[in-house]
C-alpha cells in the first residue's frame, strides 16, 4: 500500500513531470483532466509491463483530488498494483507535487485505475496472477 501520510513511496515514480503554463484551467491551477491523464498514463505503463502486453483502462475509480497543483511544480505519479483479476489489473495511483525550490511534497490525488490486457484482436487476455 502506498503510504499516504508520511510522504510519498520510497521507490522510483513510474512518471515525474514539472507543470506548465499550458496545463492550467481559467483559474491558473493545474487543471485535473491533465493530472488525471498523468495517472492514466503511468497507471498505463505499469499495467503494460506487468501483463507483458497492451493493456486498457476501463474504469477510473474513487477519484479524489486533496490539493491544488501550481504551475512550475515537480508531479511524481506512483503506481501500485493492488489486485488482479482473470484479463484486469486495479492499480492504485497517487500523484504528489513538490514546489521547484523545497523537498517537501504533498498528495494532491488519488484513485483505482482498472485496466484489461487486450490482445492482437483488441479481445481480452488473462494476465498473470498475483502469487
Known amino acids: 500500500m502506498i503510504d499516504q501520510q508520511g510522504g510519498p513511496p520510497d521507490r522510483q515514480p513510474a512518471i515525474r513531470v514539472t507543470t506548465m503554463p499550458a496545463d492550467t484551467n481559467p483559474y491558473g491551477d493545474i487543471f485535473g483532466g491533465w493530472l488525471m491523464s498523468q495517472m ?10 506487468y501483463s507483458r502486453g497492451r493493456a486498457v483502462t476501463v ?13 512550475g511544480d515537480e508531479v511524481s505519479v506512483y503506481a501500485e498494483l493492488v489486485k488482479v483479476g482473470r484479463t484486469s489489473m486495479t492499480i492504485e495511483v497517487q ?7 523545497v523537498e517537501e511534497s504533498c498528495l494532491v490525488t488519488q484513485a483505482h485505475f482498472v485496466f484489461v490486457a487486450i490482445d492482437a484482436e483488441k479481445r481480452p487476455r488473462p494476465v498473470e496472477q498475483i502469487a
Open 59 to 71: 474504469a477510473v475509480e474513487g477519484m479524489k483530488f486533496h490539493s491544488p497543483v501550481a504551475v
Open 95 to 101: 500523484a504528489w507535487r513538490r514546489g521547484r525550490h
Open 40 to 49: 492514466d498514463m503511468a497507471a498505463g505503463l505499469f499495467a503494460s509491463r
